[in-house]
C-alpha cells in the first residue's frame, strides 16, 4: 500500500504569509495526486488535482507542483477564509490520504 | 446538480453490523468510468478510504478492511450501500460519501455531507 507523508503537521501563520505544505509518498504515484481544504463540521473540497490542475471556482492564490513522490501545495498570501485542515490523496493505486495539515493564525 | 447524502444509523453496539447508504443525483452509475466511494473520519483524526465502487460493478477495497467492509451498488434507486461488520468504537467516525472526478481524474471530486456514526454499547 502507498503511504502519504504530510509535513509540517500544524503551521502557523499570519495573513498574507506564503504557505507551503509537503507532501511526500512512500512510492512513485506519477501525477496523480489532489489536495483537498477541510474545514471544522465539513466536508473535504477538492483544491487541486492531477498535482498542478486548479479546481474550477478555487482561487488562483492556491497552486500545486511536483511529481514521482515529492509534492507542495502552495497558497500565496494567505487569506482568513484559508485557516483550515489540508490533505494531500493519492490515485494513482487506489487511494490514500496524507494526515492533515492544519493552518493556524499566528 | 450533483448531490450525495449519507443516512444510517447514528449509534450501533460493538460486534454489529452498520449498513449506510449513499443516495445520490445529478448523474448516473451507469456512465462509463463513474465511481462512488466511502471515506471516513474519526473525530479529529485524519480522512481514510474504506472502499468504491465502479459503473461496471467493479469494486475496490482498503486492504486493511477488506473482510468487514462490503460496497454495493443499486442503480435504479441511484443509491450505494455500505456494510461494516463486527463493529468497534474505533470504527466510531463520520462517514462520507464521494464521486469520482470521473474523465478528469480518479480523485474525490463531490462529497457527502457526512454522517457520524458512533459505536458504543
Known amino acids: 500500500d502507498i503511504q502519504m507523508t504530510q509535513s509540517p503537521s500544524t503551521l502557523s501563520a499570519s495573513v498574507g504569509d506564503r504557505v507551503t505544505i509537503t507532501c511526500r509518498a512512500s512510492q512513485s504515484i506519477g501525477i496523480w495526486l489532489a489536495w483537498y481544504q477541510q474545514k471544522p463540521g465539513k466536508a473535504p473540497k477538492v483544491l487541486i488535482y492531477?498535482?498542478?490542475s486548479l479546481e474550477s471556482g478555487v482561487p488562483s492564490r492556491f497552486s500545486g507542483s511536483g511529481s514521482g513522490t515529492e509534492f507542495t501545495l502552495t497558497i500565496s498570501s494567505l487569506q482568513p477564509d484559508d485557516f483550515a485542515t489540508y490533505y494531500c490523496q493519492q490515485y494513482n493505486s487506489y487511494w490514500t490520504f496524507g494526515q492533515g495539515t492544519k493552518v493556524e493564525i499566528k | 446538480q450533483i448531490t450525495l447524502k449519507e443516512s444510517g444509523p447514528t449509534l450501533v453496539k460493538p460486534t454489529q453490523t452498520l449498513t449506510l447508504t449513499c443516495t445520490f443525483s445529478g448523474f448516473s452509475l451507469n456512465t462509463t468510468e463513474m465511481g462512488v466511494g466511502w471515506i471516513r473520519q474519526p473525530p479529529g483524526k485524519a480522512l481514510e478510504w474504506l472502499a468504491l465502487i465502479y459503473w461496471n460493478d467493479d469494486k475496490r477495497y482498503n486492504t486493511s478492511l477488506k473482510t468487514r467492509v462490503t460496497i454495493t451498488k443499486d442503480t435504479s434507486k441511484n443509491q450505494v450501500v455500505l456494510t461494516m461488520t463486527n463493529m468497534d468504537p474505533v470504527d466510531s467516525a463520520t462517514y462520507y460519501c464521494?464521486?469520482?472526478?470521473?474523465?478528469?481524474?480518479?480523485?474525490?471530486?463531490?462529497w457527502g455531507q457526512g454522517t457520524l456514526v458512533t459505536v458504543s454499547s
Open positions: 464521494a464521486r469520482l472526478g470521473h474523465f478528469r481524474g480518479r480523485f474525490f471530486h463531490y
Open positions: 492531477k498535482a498542478s
